[in-house]
């Protein structure tokens, strides 16, 4: 008995072992556009929902992929973004809102592989904190533009840590010691960004990034 048991734990070893020399691991760099807006419900008011426009915004980081065989891989992240939304009411008012964003995704890919090129579905969680963030426009004729930081989140109900989902296709093509990559993502929120009780905020967004990922092993 304990002769197959110590047989059975080898051949588990072994496997584990064989696994991990397939799995390839991948770090790089990545940098784009990003265009966020928010989507916001007004509960106090029979569920009134307004979209905001859109505002321009960018994002940079580093991706690490842990492939496992041609077609799987397993992508976590750190970015920095640069996101926010506009929104306008009757009149001449109108507020834009920009954060500044440490984000940490973990992605599922999923594609097609060939020796010229991947094509891959990319989903996953998402992670956000909020570090700090700046709002300008002019209500009621006067212009500001003011800075959001440490305390200033908690007065105006705004929750820093965030969830997202995400959801896109990545085209690499392989270069050298590793691959170029071209990623496209569409960004939607999870939980209320709003702290306060009669208003639900919901971001949104779409990316679009090329970066660099340097690979250990065979492509």
Same mark, same amino acid.
């Given at each position: 008995? =304990?002769?197959?048991?110590?047989?059975?734990?080898?051949?588990?070893?072994?496997?584990a072992g064989t696994h991990v020399a397939q799995a390839q691991i991948g770090i790089g760099i990545q940098g784009g556009v990003l265009s966020s807006k928010a989507k916001i419900e007004n509960t106090s008011n029979n569920g009134d929902n307004t979209v905001s426009?859109?505002? #321009? *915004?960018?994002?940079?980081?580093?991706?690490?992929?842990?492939?496992?065989? +041609?077609?799987?891989?397993?992508?976590?992240?750190?970015?920095?973004?640069?996101?926010?939304?506009?929104?306008? &009411?009757?009149?001449? @008012?109108?507020?834009?809102?920009?954060?500044?964003?440490?984000?940490?995704?973990?992605?599922? +890919?999923?594609?097609?592989?060939?020796? +010229?090129?991947?094509?891959?579905?990319?989903?996953?969680?998402?992670?956000?904190?909020?570090? &700090?963030?700046?709002? +300008?426009?002019?209500?009621?004729?006067?212009?500001?533009?003011? =800075?959001? =930081?440490?305390?200033? %989140?908690? &007065?105006?109900?705004?929750?820093?840590?965030?969830? %997202?989902?995400?959801?896109?296709?990545?085209? *690499?093509?392989?270069?050298?010691?590793? =691959?170029?990559?071209?990623?496209?993502?569409?960004?939607?929120?999870?939980? @209320?960004?709003?702290?306060?009780?009669?208003?639900?905020?919901?971001?949104? *967004?779409?990316?679009? #990034?090329?970066?660099?990922?340097?690979?250990? *092993?065979?492509y």
């Amino acid at each position: 008995m =304990k002769l197959r048991f110590n047989l059975i734990a080898a051949l588990a070893f072994v496997a584990a072992g064989t696994h991990v020399a397939q799995a390839q691991i991948g770090i790089g760099i990545q940098g784009g556009v990003l265009s966020s807006k928010a989507k916001i419900e007004n509960t106090s008011n029979n569920g009134d929902n307004t979209v905001s426009d859109a505002v #321009t *915004g960018y994002l940079v980081g580093v991706p690490i992929e842990i492939s496992v065989g +041609k077609a799987f891989a397993i992508q976590p992240e750190v970015n920095y973004l640069r996101r926010g939304y506009n929104s306008a &009411s009757a009149g001449n @008012n109108r507020v834009e809102t920009f954060y500044n964003v440490l984000e940490i995704p973990v992605l599922a +890919k999923l594609g097609y592989v060939s020796d +010229k090129f991947t094509l891959a579905g990319v989903f996953g969680p998402s992670f956000q904190y909020t570090m &700090s963030g700046t709002t +300008k426009g002019t209500l009621l004729g006067v212009d500001f533009n003011e =800075k959001i =930081k440490g305390s200033d %989140f908690d &007065s105006r109900d705004i929750n820093r840590s965030n969830f %997202f989902g995400l959801a896109g296709v990545q085209l *690499g093509v392989p270069i050298g010691v590793g =691959k170029f990559v071209v990623d496209g993502r569409y960004r939607f929120q999870l939980n @209320n960004e709003n702290n306060g009780n009669d208003i639900n905020v919901r971001g949104r *967004g779409l990316s679009a #990034t090329a970066g660099l990922i340097f690979t250990l *092993g065979d492509y």
